[in-house]
């Protein structure tokens, strides 16, 4: 199968080989999102019509743009709707059981391993 071009590409996200989380998406899949969206309906209101019959996006990466300043735009407090979701995700993994998640009052032995093992990765050799 054809990979898609990087404007169609759909929402992903990976842990890199050199250790970075990666969240990617399409501008063209953003554009769509927001003209089949929740908020896309609610304006709307009453009208029979489908959102993208009513409202258009002329310039999905501008339209992109748009939305990544929104995600970024950071408040007084120095959060912003990214750590909004960072800090939701963390918190749902932890839930969900985090294997790599230690509570050091629950598992005393067991953070001492891992600050063990930790010390023996980063001494010189």
């Known amino acids: 199968m054809k990979a898609p071009r ?3 590409r759909p929402l992903s996200c990976t842990i890199t080989r050199d250790g970075v989380l990666r969240i990617e998406i399409g501008v063209d899949v953003v554009a769509h999102s927001a003209l089949h969206g929740p908020y896309a309906y609610e304006m709307l209101g ?3 019509k489908r959102p993208d019959e009513r409202f ?3 310039n999905a990466r501008g339209f992109s743009v748009d939305v990544k300043r929104a995600l ?3 408040r ?3 959060t912003s709707l990214l750590t909004d979701m960072l800090d ?3 918190r749902k993994a932890i839930e969900d059981g985090a294997e790599h998640w230690i509570d050091r009052e629950d598992e005393p032995e067991l953070h ?3 600050r063990a ?3 023996r990765k980063g001494a010189k050799r």
Do not use: L, Q
Request: cysteine-free; hydrophobic content about 30%; glycine content about 12%.
């Open 6 to 8: 990087p404007r169609n």
């Open 46 to 48: 009453d009208d029979s």
């Open 56 to 58: 258009a996006i002329s």
């Open 72 to 74: 970024t735009d950071e």
């Open 76 to 78: 007084e407090d120095g």
């Open 88 to 90: 939701a995700a963390g």
């Open 112 to 114: 001492e391993a891992v």
């Open 117 to 119: 093992a930790g010390k």
